[in-house]
């Protein structure tokens, strides 16, 4: 039983290029909340213990978690429409 057959090389990349690109989304994101912010972000958080505002900002990158990986799992193309989990599981049905 080889566990490594069923990877396909196409599919580490691609995997790794969006890891890349999600990171790269979370950096600018964190650089342009602490840019409209009138505070220190890092400060607040680290030396004063503002749990409020690392609730805040948690839960903005939570929300742009699901946005990219929402964005990822969507269909590259129109001609080919997403399945739901429905259709993924039940056979086709019978021609006569």
């Known amino acids: 039983m080889d566990i490594l ?3 396909h090389l196409s599919e580490v990349i691609s995997t790794l290029i969006y890891c890349g690109v999600g990171l790269v989304f979370f ?3 964190y650089f342009i909340i602490e840019l409209i912010m009138p505070f220190p972000v890092r400060k607040e958080i680290e030396e ?3 749990i409020a505002l690392g609730a805040i900002i948690g839960s903005m990158i939570i929300g742009l978690a699901i946005i990219i990986a929402s964005a990822i799992a969507s269909p590259s193309s129109p001609d080919r429409p997403a399945k739901t989990p429905v259709e993924q599981t039940q056979p086709a049905p019978d021609r006569k």
């Open 5 to 7: 057959a069923d990877v």
């Open 27 to 29: 950096i600018v994101a």
């Open 48 to 50: 004063d213990q503002n």
